[in-house]
């Protein structure tokens, strides 16, 4: 009862983990919004980076059916075989290699409708995540990754669409992944998605290009962006702070 309990939000659902296809290629094209794919090129990484996606969607699949088959069959010793091995697969470091590939949608979303299914989600992943100890912990992140990019891929139009990218970055940030440019990019989307002031999301963008990317320019851009919109003086006085320092004092 306990591996099953630990295992259903993993088996659950699209389970949705940046392998598939993003909802929203169609409107990143018809709005011209976005971060597309960088041309597949000498020296590109694209190609060898869809290849992995595609591999590791593939093996993920074929583990799902392996479960699924032994399970039926009333197999006990395979069964917890493809368990371990799925949920070994769920453990695993798997790095964002190019998020232009991968997995972010683009910031032309909009929030527009207050869906149920996509409120039930969101609340779900909020169990899971920062719960737990050891390897407990990280497949709980897991668990709260998959069900967060749920509401993205299959309800782009959710309200909740800013406070689950907010999550995913945060996520992505923490120690069970330490992945700062996908956090940054999703702190992005999330004050993107929100069109409004009240959230530290730029402000946490801008630290992470700065601090953790070495992005300088972005860093600035982003800085500026939280001195303009941002209304927590704080948050202000840290972001023209910095500003400073990385300037000269040029405004």
């Known amino acids: 009862m306990y591996r099953t309990l630990l295992l259903a939000p993993l088996l659950a659902g699209l ?25 597949a090129g000498p ?14 969607k593939e093996y993920e699949a074929s583990l799902r059916k392996l479960r699924e088959h032994y399970e039926k069959a009333g197999d006990k010793q395979r069964l917890k075989w493809s368990e371990d091995e799925l949920m070994g697969f ?3 470091f798997k790095p964002s290699y190019n998020l232009d590939v991968q997995d972010v949608p683009p910031p032309g979303l909009e929030a527009k ?25 990280v497949l709980n992140q897991r668990r709260a990754e998959l069900l967060l990019r749920e509401v993205l891929e299959k309800y782009p139009s959710s309200d909740k669409i800013a406070d689950v990218a907010y999550q995913l970055a945060d996520l992505y ?9 996908r956090a940054a990019r999703y702190y992005e989307r ?15 963008a801008a630290v992470l290009y700065d601090r953790q990317l ?8 982003l800085y500026r962006s939280v001195v303009e919109h941002d209304t927590d003086q704080e948050r202000i006085k840290q972001a023209e702070k910095r500003l400073a320092e990385l300037t000269g004092g040029k405004k």
């Open 43 to 56: 020296g590109s990484d694209v190609e060898a980076v869809e290849r992995a996606l595609a591999a590791r």
């Open 214 to 221: 070495n992005e300088r320019s972005k860093a600035i851009e």
């Open 113 to 137: 409708s207050n869906n149920r299914e996509a409120n039930d989600l969101f609340r779900e992943a909020m169990k899971y995540k920062e719960k737990g100890f050891g390897s407990d912990y």
């Open 190 to 204: 999330s004050f993107q998605w929100m069109k409004g002031s009240r959230t530290d999301a730029r402000l946490k």
């Open 15 to 39: 389970a949705y983990s940046g392998t598939a296809a993003d909802p929203a290629d169609k409107d990143k094209k018809e709005k011209g919004g976005g971060d597309l794919p960088a041309a």
């Open 173 to 181: 940030e923490g120690r069970a992944y330490k992945q700062y440019d």
């Open 90 to 92: 769920h453990l695993l």
